[in-house]
């Protein structure tokens, strides 16, 4: 086996143990219960927000927006002001440089020791009512700038884009309905 394939190889083994190792369980899935956040149904206006200042976020939350119409056929709409309305909501951000996100933290309805003083950790999960007008929220926070790119890519995967899609064409499977499982999930980038 020549050099070239060799190494072909063992960077897919290693990519797909890394991924296996640091991945996040399964949390979504494409049936609605009344335990689970709807994030996407036929027809219904989905929206995220993010104050993100940092390019490498941006750039994650606009591989995300469109990761979304692969998936649905319909647009994410970005918004960068305080919701109004009750609408599937996507809050995006980073501790310390999101004012939403530290909002949450300072009403506890984030735990401030999930993602203080960490490294390249995130957090999904849904929040009740953080603003007057919206029922409930789907957070994406990170700890710091990767944290918060690695929970949007975490979100990406879990609804049908694989990392590879970029690379190797792997195909999207569209999916109508996509709804997030109200677990809290903790993830760490790993060495």
């Known amino acids: 086996m020549n050099k070239f394939f060799r190494t072909l190889l063992l960077t897919t083994c290693f990519f797909c143990i890394g991924n296996k190792i640091n ?5 979504v899935t494409t049936e609605k219960s009344p335990d ?3 994030l996407s ?3 219904l206006l989905k929206f995220i ?3 993100t200042q940092d390019p490498e976020v941006e750039r994650a939350l606009a591989n995300f927006i469109a990761d979304m119409y692969k998936v649905t056929g319909e647009p994410l709409i970005r918004l960068q002001v305080e919701p109004e309305g009750t609408y599937p909501l996507i809050l995006v951000g980073t501790v310390g440089e999101s004012k939403w996100i530290d909002q949450l933290m300072q ?3 984030l ?3 999930e993602l203080t003083g960490k490294r390249e950790k995130y957090i999904i999960r849904t929040v009740p009512s953080p603003f007057d007008d919206t029922q409930e929220v789907l957070v994406i926070a990170g700890s710091d700038k990767r944290g918060t790119i690695y929970g949007i890519y975490e979100l990406s995967a879990q609804i049908g884009v694989s990392p590879w899609y970029y690379w190797a064409d792997v195909p999207v499977e569209p999916q109508e309905h996509i709804y997030i499982k109200k677990v809290l999930i903790l ?3 790993l060495p």
């Open 41 to 43: 149904e036929p027809g």
């Open 49 to 51: 927000l993010s104050d």
């Open 107 to 109: 009403t506890r309805q």
């Open 23 to 27: 991945s996040a369980e399964k949390f």
């Open 187 to 189: 993830a760490e980038n």
């Open 111 to 113: 735990e401030k020791g």
């Open 36 to 38: 689970t956040f709807t």
